[in-house]
């Protein structure tokens, strides 16, 4: 005959099964729509689940962004990208982000070591199931906690360095193609010039910045007011016409250094961003995020499509020369965290 379990270990195990179901995480398949929904002061306003899952295309390639290399400083290596979906009834973006010193933020939070940061951003650069490197174009599945941040709800570790808190991003599609940018003209995004040189803020998330956030927009015809700002990781202006300007955050792409401002009238592709770091109000800090030049002298963008066929052509000017030469040399050894030596 069987023996029948002693009541105290069963009323155990049914008080943990309890706890388990009381705190196991709530997550759900949401668009982006309703995960970047905001009340009237433009603050994110979806905290219906723990954790969430969304879909899109990558928009861009992280280490042209931000940059990862590890670092005791400041927040240390960070990493970046952005997720459009494909989907022509879903109107918005989400920005997927993770950095090494959380601390940086709030003194409890933790930090990662450099090795632990690296392992970290390989699995963020990598799909967990077929061990593909992910680039700008694909179409993946990401799961991961949330947090608002300065006009955006981004996807995050809500800065904890325990596992358990880790993003997953997974491969649906490889080389999808990325979203054909948005035309926008510069007025439908600003309020005015001089005294009203304001972004147009648009808090239904229907028309002006808001619209537009997290995703891949076209500026046409316009000019850089100042080409002393070109270099990486700064920011220029554009003036159209009609007189309206808006910023350009140039990325740390190395086109920036490679290749001169183009000049004359130009046209824009870039990601629509909001930064409003610390905001009650968040109706500012918007900017078109251009993470690299290709150096093509019409479009401030980078196709990511070099021609020449020629390996090592690095200023992408069909002949094989010193100025490639000095350009490799001035990089020699160098390497991208996160990228290489991923187990
Ligand atoms: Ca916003
Ligand atoms: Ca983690
Ligand atoms: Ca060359």
């Known amino acids: 005959m069987k023996k029948m379990k002693n009541p105290l270990i069963l009323a155990i195990i049914f008080v943990c099964w309890l706890c388990s179901a009381l705190y196991a995480d709530t997550v759900a398949d949401v668009n982006h729509t309703l995960l970047q929904a905001n009340d009237q002061y433009g603050v994110p306003v979806y905290d219906d689940t723990d954790k969430v899952i969304v879909e899109g295309i990558i928009l861009n390639n992280p280490e042209y962004m931000l940059d990862p290399t590890p670092s005791s400083s400041g927040i240390g290596g960070q990493w970046q990208v952005f997720i459009q979906p494909d989907d022509p009834c879903d109107l918005a973006g989400t920005a997927v982000w993770m950095g090494q010193n959380y601390s940086f933020y709030y003194f409890m939070f933790g930090d990662y070591n450099d090795v632990k940061f690296n392992q970290q951003l390989c699995d963020m650069n990598y799909d967990p199931n077929t061990s593909y490197r992910f680039n700008a174009g694909d179409k993946v599945k990401v799961t991961g906690y949330y947090k608002s941040f300065g006009g955006k709800l981004n996807i995050n570790e809500k800065h904890q360095v325990n596992d358990d ?101 130009i046209d824009v592709i870039g990601i629509f961003n909001q930064e409003a770091p610390g905001c009650d109000v968040c109706d500012y800090g918007y900017e078109i995020w251009v993470t690299n030049y290709d150096g093509n002298g019409l479009v401030l963008t980078d196709r990511g499509q070099q021609r020449g066929n020629l390996p090592g052509d690095v200023n992408f000017d069909a002949k094989l020369d010193f100025v490639d030469f000095a350009i490799f040399t001035q990089r020699w050894l160098n390497s991208v965290t996160g990228l290489c030596d991923c187990q």
């Open 165 to 265: 808190y880790d993003v997953v991003i997974e491969l649906i599609e490889p080389a999808s193609g990325l979203p054909k940018p948005e035309v926008i003209t510069l007025d439908m995004i600003k309020n005015g010039f001089g005294d009203n040189d304001f972004a147009f803020y648009g808090a239904d998330r229907t028309q002006g910045c808001e619209r537009y956030q997290a995703r891949l927009v076209r500026v046409n015809d316009v000019n850089i007011v100042d080409a002393n700002d070109w270099a990486p990781d700064s920011y220029i202006q554009i003036k159209d016409s009609a007189g309206y300007t808006f910023n350009v955050k140039l990325g740390i792409g190395n086109g920036f250094e490679i290749f001169d401002a183009p000049t004359g009238q």
